[in-house]
């Protein structure tokens, strides 16, 4: 998972892992870090032994206003996608969500901020 940060290295002025934890097949991820717009990105990914999966991944201006934050909190049931969602600012209500991993998220991230793709993918 981490070789993502590597692929997407242009996204990225800086990031930081505050917590990688693996053990098997689960595993415990913590990342913050900055993109080259100046926008803000905290990442929570966890798979547990038993197989259940919970993920935050916040998206926020550079003084902490949000824009995006995905998670699989089980509280919205009436979406589509539960439990995968996607918060919007301004918004009460989350919106359903494709975004269900980092790979998926970073490639989001890249569309939006209209970089480059590296040539040697």
Same mark, same amino acid.
Request: charged share 25%; glycine share 4%; net charge negative.
């Given at each position: 998972?981490?070789?993502?940060?590597?692929?997407?290295?242009? #996204?990225?002025?800086? !990031?930081?892992?505050?917590?990688?934890?693996?053990?098997?097949?689960?595993?415990?991820? &913590?990342?913050?870090?900055? #993109?080259?717009?100046?926008?803000?990105?905290?990442? &929570?990914?966890? #798979?547990?032994? *038993?197989? /259940? &999966?919970?993920?935050?991944?916040?998206?926020?201006?550079?003084?902490?206003?949000?824009? &995006?934050?995905? @998670?699989?909190?089980?509280? !919205?049931? @009436?979406?589509?996608?539960?439990?995968?969602?996607?918060?919007?600012?301004?918004?009460? /209500?989350?919106?359903?969500?494709?975004?269900?991993?980092?790979? @998926?998220?970073?490639?989001?991230?890249?569309? !939006?901020? /209209?970089?480059?793709? *590296?040539?040697? *993918?």
């Amino acid at each position: 998972m981490l070789y993502l940060f590597e692929k997407y290295a242009n #996204l990225f002025q800086s !990031w930081e892992i505050i917590q990688y934890e693996q053990e098997g097949g689960a595993y415990m991820l &913590r990342v913050s870090a900055v #993109l080259e717009d100046g926008s803000r990105l905290k990442i &929570r990914d966890y #798979l547990f032994a *038993d197989g /259940q &999966r919970k993920y935050v991944y916040q998206w926020m201006d550079a003084d902490g206003t949000l824009r &995006r934050r995905w @998670d699989n909190a089980p509280h !919205w049931p @009436d979406i589509a996608t539960t439990p995968h969602h996607v918060h919007l600012a301004g918004q009460a /209500q989350p919106e359903p969500s494709i975004i269900t991993n980092l790979e @998926d998220l970073f490639q989001f991230l890249h569309d !939006w901020l /209209q970089l480059p793709t *590296d040539s040697s *993918d």
